[in-house]
């Protein structure tokens, strides 16, 4: 079945880049997701990749995604201490509306 | 715009109690789903639907009823609590219509959090 996998903790300190990965292992996913949740709140959708897109940028984040590794990564540039937070990679397949979320990667900014 | 909408936001209940969480989202979304969040298992599907009348198992159903009669709303119901369905409780809303936006982009209630002693 689908499986969503995720590195749970990550540590920067403020003004670094941080990059965070997730593997995936369905190659129908379609879109693949990165969403960000602070702390006591829902999860908000940060950015996305089509399937058939190598690189995404939208400001600060960067989204790359290796189809042959089946591999995404999400990289925020010059991180700030409100970045801290959990983010969640998710995939969708191509045959259903549902999402496949990861375990989630903590993210902790250090000033 | 209210979004998507939870309430409570904390509950507390016995072992053996039943109770209905309950979601309602404003935006005419066709797809609801409930997730469970549980520490270092990300989110799990417990069941979701495409519309009225229309509902479906997720990753983790048992223990579980939902039932969506209007397009707005999406209550969970837990027949008989137990100590694992401790967790915090997240309903989603998204649309399924192409050119309203990112498809499938799906928005977050804030969540219940259940403890079940």
């Known amino acids: 079945g689908e499986d969503v996998e995720q590195s749970l903790f990550l540590s920067v300190r403020e003004g670094d880049s941080s990059v965070i990965n997730c593997t995936y292992t369905d190659s129908s996913s379609t879109y693949l997701y990165w969403y960000k949740q602070e702390p006591g709140a829902g999860l908000q959708l940060l950015t996305y990749?089509?399937?058939?897109?190598d690189m995404k940028q939208d400001q600060r984040l960067t989204v790359l995604l290796n189809k042959k590794d089946k591999h995404l990564s999400l990289r925020i540039a010059d991180t700030q201490t409100g970045d801290s937070a959990i983010y969640f990679c998710a995939e969708k397949e191509d045959s259903s509306y549902k999402l496949i979320f990861g375990s989630g990667t903590r993210l902790l900014v250090r000033p | 715009n209210a979004g998507v909408t939870q309430t409570p936001k904390f509950q507390v209940l016995k072992t053996g109690q039943s109770m209905t969480l309950q979601c309602a989202q404003d935006?005419?979304?066709?797809?609801m789903s409930w997730y469970r969040q549980d520490p270092g298992m990300g989110l799990r599907l417990i069941h979701y639907?495409?519309?009225?009348?229309?509902?479906d198992q997720g990753e983790v159903p048992n223990g579980y009823n939902v039932s969506r009669s209007t397009t707005e709303d999406f209550p969970l119901r837990l027949l008989s609590a137990a100590p694992s369905q401790t967790s915090v409780y997240f309903c989603?809303?998204?649309?399924?219509?192409?050119?309203?936006?990112?498809?499938?982009?799906?928005?977050f209630g804030p969540g219940t959090r259940l403890t079940v002693t």
């Open positions: 639907s495409v519309g009225a009348g229309i509902t």
């Open positions: 990749i089509f399937s058939n897109m």
């Open positions: 989603a809303s998204s649309s399924l219509i192409r050119d309203r936006g990112p498809l499938y982009e799906q928005y």
């Open positions: 935006m005419n979304h066709e797809y």
